[in-house]
């Protein structure tokens, strides 16, 4: 079975700070790993994903995740943030056919100016 | 284009009542999941679709919720003899094919409230 923890459930940052949100799975099998971001009030949108290659990811709005196989990690991390990068961030893995995700249970980033 | 999208955005019902939800993915995606948010918690997946059957239905929490969707279009989610814990936001997604490759794209959701 595939599992997600998600290690804070809410992290505070000041702007212009550099984040880490720190995301940890469990899988029997190869995963495919994912960030999705969920501003207030809307729907859930993809920052990035890892597949396969370089475990280094770049996705949107100035994020980035290392995915390391031997810690079965995939922390998020931002050099520096901004206030509009308040939102809840969920990590998600994938490793069936099926292409369903299972969600860890998301981290609350409040950035405060 | 246009997204998915979902309806009613918001459903309030009174505890044994059935619902029906409603999820229009978006044109020629083939797969269609259903995801649920609890207050304070992740998305539990639900239920998949590929084109009009449904390969894995392991997620649906009690044989009160089924779904059906038609051909590789609309998907209704039904919940009957609703109870309080059924409270919570339901998120359908759609992709292009049932793979992890295949970027989801996520509906803005339907928040039921059991009264």
């Known amino acids: 079975a595939q599992s997600v923890t998600q290690l804070d459930s809410q992290v505070p940052v000041f702007e212009e700070a550099p984040v880490e949100l720190r995301c940890n799975y469990s899988?029997?099998?190869?995963?495919?790993l994912f960030w999705y971001v969920q501003y207030p009030n809307q729907g859930l949108q993809l920052l990035l994903k890892?597949?396969?290659?370089?475990?280094l990811v770049k996705g949107i709005n100035g994020f980035e995740a290392e995915f390391n196989k031997s810690q079965t990690s995939f922390h998020l991390r931002k050099p520096s943030v901004h206030i509009s990068d308040t939102a809840e961030y969920f990590c998600?893995?994938?490793?069936?056919?099926?292409?369903?995700?299972?969600f860890g249970q998301g981290t609350t980033l409040q950035v405060k100016p | 284009g246009a997204g998915v999208s979902q309806s009613p955005s918001n459903k309030v019902t009174e505890k044994g009542k059935d619902v029906e939800l409603r999820c229009d993915p978006i044109?020629?995606?083939?797969?269609l999941y259903w995801y649920r948010q609890r207050l304070g918690q992740g998305l539990e997946f639900l239920i998949y679709?590929?084109?009009?059957?449904?390969?894995?239905k392991s997620g649906l929490p009690s044989d009160r919720f089924s779904a059906e969707r038609t051909g590789e279009s609309v998907s209704t989610l039904t919940i009957q003899r609703t109870q309080q814990e059924d409270s919570a936001v339901y998120l359908c997604?759609?992709?292009?094919?049932?793979?992890?490759?295949?970027?989801?794209?996520f509906g803005p959701g339907t928040r039921l409230t059991v009264t």
């Open positions: 997604a759609s992709s292009l094919g049932g793979q992890a490759t295949y970027e989801q794209y």
């Open positions: 899988s029997s099998v190869s995963v495919y």
């Open positions: 890892y597949l396969s290659g370089s475990t």
């Open positions: 998600a893995v994938s490793g069936g056919n099926t292409g369903k995700l299972i």
């Open positions: 044109s020629g995606h083939t797969a």
């Open positions: 679709f590929q084109g009009n059957s449904a390969p894995d």
